[in-house]
Nanobody, 123 residues
Framework: QVQLVESGGGLVQAGGSLRLSCAAS????????MGWFRQVPGKNRDFVAA????????NYADAVKGRFTISRDNAKNTVYLQMHSLNLAAPAVYYC????????????????WGQGTQVTVSS
């Protein structure tokens, strides 16, 4: 079955950087667009970034443009989210997702989801 496993979350100071990884298995990775979403407990799951099957084009939420970069290595079945200049915010769980319908920001176009990795930005 399809598995998406996120890693790389943790505690980071405001202004710092973190790189998340998502390793995929059970699917033909190079056929899928990949997305990252984040969710603060009790709130909606928000779009962060997405990448088409070959890395171009990409799509970013306005809040992260210029600070976050999504990339992928199809040879390793892995997608990454490099985050810089992290803002002080409530702890959030970052999820990766796989879908066959481009790089949209709607969670509904992504068929497969990981379990998430928590990111906490402290002062």
């Amino acid at each position: 079955q399809v598995q998406l496993v996120e890693s790389g979350g943790g505690l980071v100071q405001a202004g710092g950087s973190l790189r998340l990884s998502c390793a995929a298995s059970g699917l033909t990775f190079s056929h899928y667009g990949m997305g990252w979403f984040r969710q603060v407990p009790g709130k909606n799951r928000d779009f962060v970034a997405a990448s088409s099957w070959d890395g171009t084009p990409t799509n970013y939420a306005d809040a992260v443009k210029g600070r976050f970069t999504i990339s992928r290595d199809n040879a390793k079945n892995t997608v990454y989210l490099q985050m810089h200049s992290l803002n002080l915010a409530a702890p959030a769980v970052y999820y990766c997702a796989a879908g066959l319908k481009g790089t949209g920001s709607s969670s509904r176009i992504y068929a497969h989801w990981g379990q998430g990795t928590q990111v906490t930005v402290s002062s």
